[in-house]
């Protein structure tokens, strides 16, 4: 694959359970991420069993995964600020390089 046109970042998954969007929307901006998309009725098999979120009847008790794209410098910050975030929710945190065509989207 030709990348001479693509610039290196950060892809951050975060899956947390809907009434956690809000604070991790306030984690991401104070540490200078400028958006995200939010997936909802995300379904998985984790360390609280399986979770199905197409049953529930409202988008607060679904899981959701939260898709953000930062600078390099800015993933440790973010990393951090949800780690601390995890030792009191429960969710999961995944982390990845990844490449954009647009870096003026995520400044």
Known sequence: MKMDHLHAMTKLEIV????????????????GATG??????VSGLGHGGF????????DRDTQRMIVCVVADGQADVVVDALRHFFA???GVLFVS???????EYFQ
């Open 16 to 31: 947390v359970n809907g009434d956690d969007v809000a604070a991790v929307d306030g984690l991401l901006r104070a540490a």
């Open 36 to 41: 995200y998309t939010v997936l909802g009725g």
């Open 51 to 58: 979770h199905q979120g197409s049953l529930h009847f409202n």
């Open 88 to 90: 009191d929710h429960a």
């Open 97 to 103: 390089p990844t490449f954009v065509s647009r870096p």
